[in-house]
């Protein structure tokens, strides 16, 4: 059974920073990409940021120098260091991780970017 598995979100004031992990397990591997994805009440799933196995990354026009996403192939685990945060980054954020096959999605973690 595979599972996708993210931690790390809260309630953040604008302008601070948060850390999100997510750890992939089960029969998934090898693992080709890794990525984060958010949701907005109202609005489409879109990109934030992903990573390929070698290491070459992509990331959404609107989180270009603020967000860094980084992977540890040896634990399968992705991390995305989101800073100088607004409230527009208010999402359910959402790791998924793809083997060349099959996309798998994690659960989703709440980002809440407020004063």
């Known amino acids: 059974q595979v599972q996708v598995v993210e931690s790390g979100g809260g309630l953040v004031q604008p302008g601070g920073s948060l850390r999100l992990s997510c750890a992939a397990s089960?029969?998934?591997?090898?693992?080709?990409?890794m990525g984060w994805y958010r949701q907005a009440p109202g609005k489409q799933r879109e990109l934030v940021a992903s990573i390929i196995s070698g290491g070459s990354t992509t990331y959404g026009d609107s989180v270009k120098g603020r967000f860094t996403i980084s992977r540890d192939n040896a634990k399968n685990t992705v991390y995305l260091q989101m800073n100088s945060l607004k409230p527009e980054d208010t999402a359910v954020y959402y790791c998924?991780?793809?083997?060349?096959?099959?996309?798998?999605w994690g659960q989703g973690t709440q980002v809440t970017v407020s004063s």
């Open positions: 998924k991780a793809n083997n060349h096959r099959v996309d798998y």
């Open positions: 089960g029969s998934i591997f090898p693992i080709y990409s």
